[in-house]
């Protein structure tokens, strides 16, 4: 029998994009959820002498039309959750940013092009999500998706024929470049998507910190870059099937508790490699202590999948080559300079807001089952 059934439990957020962003025109945010909605519903909910303001506002066509847009489905924002095909929960910090920056859109009247840029600033990243039939009509559920998750058993399984019999195995077994796909070994390894069995999602930020570098006297100096982000929710649960054909499964799951395993413990850790690390600085309080010491059961099995997971979780140790930015760009646009390294110097977190040091999450990491054979 080749086929075999995994139970996947999120222990933090995970991000699988869907290549496409909410659109801040087709939004609002209240009471820290958003409501996605088509305009064409939204005019249709409208009274009639609401529907005549609102195409006044549209085919007035001025620069602050954006503004006028979103002031108007503000004001009537019970037609647009009435409407919405989409709730998704929001951090609170994320609200007082949409508070602040769109919900107070009229302080920047007058001045050139700021509207758009502030709306622009409001488009966020999107997982993937699947339509299911339900009771009231259709849900639209985040999922982990099952080429992503085969990606990244790929990547272990990679490593492992590398570290035990070297790169020309490793070229002769997966697919190079120019070679015929049907000689990659797996191509017969079928990774279904997943069943939901529990789920949760909300939006964030994403947040970029330094691995190696922490500036104790002045934290917000460790703040680098943040994005606005929609997760799957840490204690998410899936059912995932796979057909591994003549491959070894237990080789092949084996492989991604010796990949990723290290990469988990390095983000606990005072030290990677020899290096100070202090990336443990900005974990929350219980997931530190939860996973300090974590050790697997027998029948569990560690990855990482998704956006943010880092260099490190998506490359061969003993193969990598990281390009890593050491100066360049900004105002004056410098040329850039790299150094090539064996792992990342940053690394991203899931947090409340976009100024925080402490009390985030690293993105990606599942715990797998195997719950039948």
């Known amino acids: 029998m080749s086929n075999i059934r995994l139970k996947l439990k999120a222990i933090t957020p995970i991000h699988i994009g869907s290549g496409e962003i909410y659109e801040p025109t087709n939004f609002i945010i209240d009471n820290r959820v958003l409501y996605e909605f088509r305009d064409e519903d939204f005019f249709e909910a409208l009274p009639d002498i609401k529907r005549q303001k609102f195409m006044q506002i ?31 929960t929001v951090t609170a910090g994320l609200q007082k940013e949409y508070d602040r920056a769109v919900g107070r859109i009229r302080q920047f009247e007058g001045k050139r092009g700021n509207y758009s840029r502030v709306f622009n600033r409001f488009e966020i990243q999107r997982i993937q999500r699947k339509q299911i039939k339900s009771k009231n009509g259709y849900s639209y559920l985040g999922y982990i998706v099952g080429s992503s998750l085969k990606g990244a058993i790929s990547t272990a399984y990679q490593e492992s024929i590398f570290k ?84 070894d499964i ?31 600085e900005y974990l929350t309080d219980k997931f530190y202590q ?29 193969l990598r080559k990281i390009k890593s930015k050491l100066s360049g760009g900004g105002k004056r646009r410098k040329p850039n300079k790299w150094e090539t390294r064996e792992d990342e110097t940053t690394t991203w977190f899931f947090g409340e807001s976009p100024n925080l040091n402490s009390g985030l999450l690293p993105f990606g990491w599942v715990i797998i089952e195997v719950v039948s054979r």
């Open 164 to 247: 035990k019999e070297g790169e020309k195995a490793l070229k002769n077994r997966f697919q190079a470049i120019g070679r015929d796909i049907h000689k990659n070994i797996f191509k017969e390894f079928k990774v279904s998507d997943s069943i939901v069995t529990k789920i949760g999602t909300r939006v964030g930020f994403a947040l970029n910190k330094e691995r190696f570098d922490y500036d104790f006297n002045n934290p917000q100096n460790n703040i680098k870059l943040s994005t606005y982000i929609e997760v799957i929710n840490p204690t998410s649960e899936f059912i995932v099937d796979i057909n591994y054909g003549s491959l």
């Open 290 to 318: 939860e996973y300090r010491y974590f050790e697997l059961k027998p029948n569990q099995y560690i990855i990482r999948v998704g956006k943010h997971s880092g260099a490190r979780a998506v490359t061969i140790d003993g």
């Open 58 to 88: 549209v085919s007035d066509n001025v620069e602050d039309s954006f503004a006028r847009i979103h002031k108007f489905v503000k004001e009537n924002k019970e037609f647009a959750k009435k409407v919405a095909h989409l709730k998704v």
């Open 250 to 280: 237990k080789e092949i799951l084996q492989s991604c508790n010796d990949h990723y395993m290290p990469i988990f413990k390095s983000i606990l850790s005072n030290e990677t490699d020899g290096k100070e690390e202090f990336t443990n």
